[in-house]
């Protein structure tokens, strides 16, 4: 089955390569949402042996050229076949009563596709709008019958066609995805702006909601990670040592290979700091780590690092450990998971630590964290790489809450790190709360931080105390 | 003014109306029927059409525009016994009704399908025993 990429990488990853070849494809969605621009970049992509065919009638050939400039889109190769309205038919007062639209302006139309489309001969048509073609039709039936004549047309001339459709409340374009082969629906929403496949005859294609940016480069589309097909390999879940002696003996080990380990418990218990220790061994002893933090400033991270005698600078020296602050707003969560998911494979990684899971939910345009942490951190546990989820809870003594955000079901591992108050101290303990692949010690230890890194005593929390 | 008449002796339509589009898409429409007419968009004009052409045998009104100098357009075509039929836009229908009373043959809202006026026109200018 031959296919065509569409010149948007994502969109080609979701649609498992690309449009398939002779079919016609409807790109819906509200004004401003970037059909006209996908477009230019499906005629970009045509090779020197694909005449591209842009049919337009909204905006002007020279208006169209310069928008595909500004995003560096390259269509000297496009043939334009402009049937917006000249400026006379505003300066020469051209409009008109005495016949119908339909009447008057269908038949130069066609006339002209016709024409062109036999002179070109296009291997990739865009169409841009048929919305505007519906004024033009006396009643549904007709602007359904000339819509599928087209498509028909050019797709007997050996044309794959993308067509776009302004679709609103006001004015429904349902009708339009029962002609076409498969439809792209670009949408706003709560997390952003977003492409959703919703038919694609003939072939799989990745469901769901995928991020997606129209900006000064253009369209980029970011698939939603999914969790690709388990593989078990030889040194999966094998047994790796977090760096904290006491911890790997309660951890009967230590951590498995490619699981999911959330650390969670109130604001300044420790966890970036436990974080830091499993970092710098896994570093050392089992290969790339990538620290990706959401809150903290790497200089601080390296800074506490450093004060409590947790080696980065070695494993950072040596190219395998790297740390990244993630700025606010920077990334959507799709586009995020598609570079930590690149990185991971470009660096063979071993280990991802996310600090923090709220961070993570604040930085990436507050997308639903439960969704996309899930998506993200199975992806990568499936591909034995083991992730490490600093997790805040609001309690922050005697309330041993996992998370509110109830992510812990996608944990592998839960290390809780909590304050105990005892005889008017407050201590601090540490308790493994879940581990699925193997025993451990179920009590919690107290623990201290420093002098150097974090000290677990063996003494188990008192009874009776909060 | 459009005119694509070069023989005062042969039958022409009239066509007396302001809007340049409407004037654009029925030149387009006689073009392609080869149908000789003249164009005009004023009583003034009218009159010097009616004195050069005087086989003039249809006309063709458009309402829109003309204001008050409608009924003097309607008057100047019955006292030179030229069949018109007028065009109205839906919203002047009522007000339009009284070009039947000055001589007008039919009143017909626009849009009209372009088969239809071919086919009135036709009809007009069909000569008795053709």
Same mark, same amino acid.
């Given at each position: 089955m031959?296919?065509?990429?569409t010149?948007?990488?994502?969109?080609?990853?979701?649609?498992?390569?690309?449009?398939?070849?002779?079919?016609?494809?409807?790109?819906r969605?509200?004004?401003?949402?970037?059909?006209?621009?996908?477009?230019?970049?499906?005629?970009?992509?045509?090779?020197?042996?694909?005449?591209?065919?842009?049919?337009?009638?909204?905006?002007?050939?020279?208006?169209l050229?310069?928008?595909?400039?500004?995003?560096?889109?390259?269509?000297?190769?496009?043939?334009?076949?402009?049937?917006?309205?000249?400026?006379?038919?505003?300066?020469?007062?051209?409009?008109?009563?005495?016949?119908?639209?339909?009447?008057?302006?269908?038949?130069?139309?066609?006339?002209?596709?016709?024409?062109?489309?036999?002179?070109?001969?296009?291997?990739?048509?865009?169409?841009?709008?048929?919305?505007?073609l519906?004024?033009?039709a006396?009643?549904?039936?007709?602007?359904?019958?000339?819509?599928?004549?087209?498509?028909?047309?050019?797709?007997?001339?050996?044309?794959?066609?993308?067509?776009?459709?302004?679709?609103?409340?006001?004015m429904?374009?349902?009708?339009?995805?029962?002609?076409?082969?498969?439809?792209?629906?670009?949408?706003?929403?709560?997390?952003?702006?977003?492409?959703?496949?919703?038919?694609?005859?003939?072939?799989?294609?990745?469901?769901?909601?995928?991020?997606?940016?129209?900006?000064?480069?253009?369209?980029?589309?970011?698939?939603?990670?999914?969790?690709?097909?388990?593989e078990?390999?030889?040194n999966?879940?094998k047994?790796?040592?977090?760096?904290v002696?006491?911890?790997?003996?309660?951890?009967?080990?230590?951590?498995?290979?490619?699981?999911?380990?959330?650390?969670?418990?109130?604001?300044?218990?420790?966890?970036s700091?436990?974080?830091?220790?499993?970092?710098?061994?896994?570093?050392?002893?089992?290969?790339?780590?990538?620290?990706?933090?959401?809150e903290?400033?790497?200089?601080?991270?390296?800074?506490?690092?450093?004060?409590?005698?947790?080696?980065?600078?070695?494993?950072?020296?040596?190219?395998?450990?790297?740390?990244?602050?993630?700025?606010?707003?920077?990334?959507?969560?799709?586009?995020?998971?598609v570079k930590?998911?690149?990185?991971?494979?470009?660096?063979?990684?071993?280990?991802?630590?996310?600090?923090?899971?709220?961070?993570?939910?604040?930085?990436?345009?507050?997308?639903?964290i439960?969704?996309?942490?899930?998506?993200?951190?199975?992806?990568?546990?499936?591909?034995?790489?083991?992730?490490?989820?600093?997790?805040?809870?609001?309690?922050?003594?005697?309330?041993?809450?996992?998370?509110?955000?109830?992510?812990?079901?996608?944990?592998?591992?839960?290390?809780?790190?909590?304050?105990?108050?005892?005889?008017?101290?407050?201590?601090?303990?540490?308790?493994?709360?879940?581990?699925?692949?193997?025993?451990?010690?179920?009590?919690?230890?107290?623990?201290?931080?420093?002098?150097?890194?974090?000290?677990?005593?063996?003494?188990?929390?008192?009874?009776?105390?909060? | 003014?459009?005119?694509?008449?070069?023989?005062?002796?042969?039958?022409?339509?009239?066509?007396?109306?302001?809007?340049?589009?409407?004037?654009?898409?029925?030149?387009?429409?006689?073009?392609?029927?080869?149908?000789?007419?003249?164009?005009?968009?004023?009583? #003034?004009?009218? $009159?010097?059409? *009616?004195? +050069?052409?005087?086989?003039?045998?249809?006309? /063709?009104?458009?309402?829109? =525009?003309?204001?008050?100098?409608?009924?003097?357009?309607?008057?100047?075509?019955?006292?030179?016994?030229?069949?018109?039929?007028?065009?109205?836009?839906?919203?002047?229908?009522?007000?339009?009704?009284?070009?039947? #009373?000055?001589? $007008?043959?039919? *009143?017909? +809202?626009?849009?009209?399908?372009?088969?239809? /006026?071919l086919?009135?026109? =036709?009809?007009?200018?069909?000569?008795?025993?053709?």
């Amino acid at each position: 089955m031959d296919r065509l990429s569409t010149g948007v990488t994502g969109l080609d990853t979701i649609l498992n390569g690309g449009l398939i070849s002779g079919c016609a494809y409807l790109i819906r969605g509200e004004p401003g949402q970037g059909k006209t621009t996908l477009g230019l970049h499906f005629l970009e992509a045509a090779s020197a042996d694909e005449p591209a065919l842009f049919i337009g009638f909204q905006e002007s050939d020279k208006q169209l050229k310069a928008n595909a400039a500004s995003i560096d889109v390259d269509v000297s190769h496009v043939t334009f076949l402009d049937l917006s309205p000249d400026e006379k038919f505003f300066t020469d007062q051209e409009k008109y009563d005495v016949f119908s639209a339909a009447e008057v302006e269908s038949t130069p139309l066609s006339g002209s596709i016709v024409e062109t489309v036999n002179r070109v001969k296009p291997v990739r048509v865009f169409v841009d709008s048929l919305t505007q073609l519906r004024f033009l039709a006396a009643d549904v039936f007709q602007y359904r019958k000339e819509v599928l004549s087209m498509l028909n047309f050019l797709k007997s001339c050996g044309a794959t066609i993308l067509f776009s459709s302004e679709h609103s409340a006001a004015m429904p374009d349902d009708d339009l995805q029962f002609l076409a082969d498969g439809v792209i629906w670009l949408s706003s929403g709560e997390l952003g702006q977003i492409l959703t496949v919703k038919k694609m005859r003939g072939s799989d294609f990745w469901r769901g909601e995928h991020q997606m940016r129209n900006g000064g480069a253009g369209l980029e589309v970011f698939p939603r990670p999914v969790p690709p097909k388990e593989e078990i390999t030889e040194n999966r879940f094998k047994t790796i040592a977090t760096g904290v002696d006491k911890l790997d003996d309660i951890l009967n080990g230590g951590l498995e290979s490619g699981t999911i380990t959330m650390v969670t418990g109130p604001s300044g218990v420790g966890k970036s700091t436990l974080a830091s220790c499993i970092a710098a061994h896994s570093a050392k002893t089992f290969g790339y780590v990538s620290v990706y933090l959401f809150e903290e400033e790497v200089s601080s991270f390296e800074f506490r690092s450093k004060s409590l005698a947790i080696d980065l600078d070695t494993p950072r020296n040596k190219g395998q450990l790297n740390i990244e602050q993630v700025e606010p707003l920077r990334y959507l969560a799709d586009e995020f998971a598609v570079k930590v998911r690149q990185e991971v494979i470009e660096n063979d990684a071993k280990l991802v630590v996310f600090d923090s899971t709220a961070g993570f939910e604040l930085t990436l345009a507050n997308s639903s964290i439960k969704e996309r942490l899930h998506a993200l951190a199975k992806s990568l546990s499936r591909l034995n790489v083991s992730v490490l989820l600093v997790n805040e809870t609001a309690s922050l003594s005697g309330n041993d809450t996992i998370s509110e955000k109830k992510i812990s079901y996608l944990a592998d591992n839960v290390i809780l790190m909590n304050y105990v108050q005892n005889d008017g101290l407050r201590n601090q303990v540490i308790h493994v709360m879940k581990k699925r692949l193997s025993d451990y010690d179920r009590r919690p230890y107290l623990y201290k931080i420093g002098p150097k890194s974090i000290n677990i005593l063996d003494i188990h929390r008192p009874t009776g105390t909060r | 003014m459009t005119s694509l008449c070069n023989s005062p002796e042969k039958d022409v339509v009239l066509l007396i109306m302001k809007s340049p589009g409407n004037r654009k898409v029925i030149t387009h429409l006689f073009d392609d029927q080869q149908l000789d007419f003249v164009a005009i968009d004023n009583e #003034t004009a009218l $009159a010097t059409q *009616l004195q +050069q052409h005087r086989l003039a045998r249809f006309a /063709l009104v458009d309402v829109a =525009g003309l204001g008050q100098s409608i009924w003097r357009i309607c008057e100047r075509l019955r006292q030179a016994s030229v069949p018109f039929v007028v065009l109205s836009p839906p919203q002047a229908m009522e007000a339009s009704s009284n070009t039947l #009373t000055y001589g $007008a043959l039919s *009143l017909l +809202q626009k849009p009209i399908p372009q088969a239809v /006026l071919l086919k009135l026109i =036709g009809s007009t200018l069909q000569k008795p025993g053709d």
